[in-house]
C-alpha cells in the first residue's frame, strides 16, 4: 500500500489572495483525507483519482471566496496531464466515476475536452472529498478555517482610545501553522454575520450546511 503526501499534490492548488495562508487549509483538509484511509492506493486507478481530491479542495477554498467575498470562481482548472493523472487516466476515470456516482446515461456524457472532464469530475467528486472535512470540523468551524486561512492571521484586536494603556495592541502575527490555525478556530468566538455583507453570510451558512453545495444551488 502506497500513499499520496501532501507536498506531491502541492502544484495542484494556487492562492486566490496575497499574503494568506490558504495552504495551511489545503494541509488540513489533506490531513482529513489522510486519516479516512482517502490517500492510500494499490493501483495505477486509485492513484490517479488522490489527485483529483486536490483538485476537489481548490475548488472549495474558490467556491467559500466567491461566496463570501464577491469572487469569481471560474473553474477554469488545467488538467495535470503526466502520471499518475494523465489524459487517459483521466478519460478512464470519468467513466468509472460517473458509473459509480449512479450516471446511466454514460454515451450523452462524453467529451474530448480534458478541461471540461476534469471540471466534471471536481463537480462529482465534491461530497466525497468535502463530507470526510466537515465531518470531521462541523461546518462552522471547516468555515472559520477557510476564512482564517485566507485572511492569514488572527483578528485585529479591537483599540479603545479611553483605556489606560496608550499603546495600540501589535499587529497580530500571520499563522504559521496547521497546527495554530486550527487552535484558533478552535477557541474563537466568531460569527459570519460580525464579518461579512448579511446576505454573503446567509449564502455561506447555505454553503456550509450542505457540506459545499454547488453556487447555484
Same mark, same amino acid.
Given at each position: 500500500?502506497?500513499?499520496?503526501?501532501?507536498?506531491?499534490?502541492?502544484?495542484?492548488?494556487?492562492?486566490?489572495?496575497?499574503?494568506?495562508?490558504?495552504?495551511? &487549509?489545503?494541509?488540513?483538509?489533506?490531513?482529513?483525507? +489522510?486519516?479516512?484511509?482517502?490517500?492510500?492506493?494499490?493501483?495505477?486507478?486509485?492513484?490517479?483519482?488522490?489527485?483529483?481530491?486536490?483538485?476537489?479542495?481548490?475548488?472549495?477554498?474558490?467556491?467559500?471566496?466567491?461566496?463570501?467575498? +464577491?469572487?469569481?470562481?471560474?473553474?477554469?482548472?488545467?488538467?495535470?496531464?503526466?502520471?499518475?493523472?494523465?489524459?487517459?487516466?483521466?478519460?478512464?476515470?470519468?467513466?468509472?466515476?460517473?458509473?459509480?456516482?449512479?450516471?446511466?446515461?454514460?454515451?450523452?456524457?462524453?467529451?474530448?475536452?480534458?478541461?471540461?472532464?476534469?471540471?466534471?469530475?471536481? &463537480?462529482?467528486?465534491?461530497?466525497?472529498?468535502?463530507?470526510?472535512?466537515?465531518?470531521? &470540523?462541523? +461546518?462552522?468551524?471547516?468555515?472559520?478555517?477557510?476564512? &482564517?486561512?485566507?485572511?492569514?492571521?488572527?483578528?485585529?484586536?479591537?483599540?479603545?482610545?479611553?483605556?489606560?494603556?496608550?499603546?495600540?495592541? +501589535?499587529?497580530?502575527?500571520?499563522?504559521?501553522?496547521?497546527?495554530?490555525?486550527?487552535?484558533?478556530?478552535?477557541?474563537?468566538?466568531?460569527?459570519?454575520?460580525?464579518?461579512?455583507?448579511?446576505?454573503?453570510?446567509?449564502?455561506?451558512?447555505?454553503?456550509?450546511?450542505?457540506?459545499?453545495?454547488?453556487?447555484?444551488?
Amino acid at each position: 500500500m502506497s500513499k499520496v503526501d501532501f507536498y506531491e499534490v502541492s502544484d495542484i492548488f494556487s492562492d486566490i489572495w496575497c499574503n494568506s495562508r490558504e495552504n495551511l &487549509f489545503r494541509e488540513i483538509a489533506w490531513d482529513c483525507l +489522510d486519516k479516512a484511509g482517502m490517500t492510500t492506493y494499490e493501483d495505477e486507478r486509485t492513484h490517479a483519482l488522490i489527485y483529483l481530491y486536490a483538485y476537489v479542495i481548490q475548488m472549495l477554498d474558490e467556491e467559500f471566496s466567491t461566496i463570501a467575498f +464577491d469572487e469569481y470562481c471560474a473553474y477554469d482548472y488545467e488538467p495535470y496531464s503526466s502520471e499518475p493523472l494523465t489524459d487517459v487516466a483521466l478519460g478512464w476515470l470519468y467513466r468509472e466515476v460517473l458509473q459509480e456516482e449512479g450516471y446511466t446515461d454514460i454515451a450523452s456524457c462524453f467529451s474530448t475536452d480534458e478541461q471540461e472532464i476534469l471540471r466534471k469530475l471536481i &463537480f462529482v467528486l465534491r461530497h466525497r472529498v468535502a463530507d470526510v472535512i466537515f465531518q470531521t &470540523f462541523g +461546518d462552522y468551524q471547516t468555515g472559520m478555517l477557510l476564512y &482564517f486561512a485566507i485572511k492569514g492571521e488572527p483578528l485585529q484586536e479591537e483599540y479603545d482610545e479611553y483605556s489606560e494603556d496608550p499603546e495600540p495592541p +501589535d499587529e497580530p502575527e500571520p499563522f504559521s501553522t496547521k497546527e495554530e490555525l486550527i487552535q484558533y478556530c478552535e477557541t474563537l468566538e466568531f460569527k459570519f454575520e460580525d464579518v461579512l455583507d448579511f446576505m454573503n453570510a446567509v449564502h455561506l451558512m447555505h454553503w456550509l450546511e450542505c457540506h459545499s453545495c454547488a453556487l447555484d444551488d
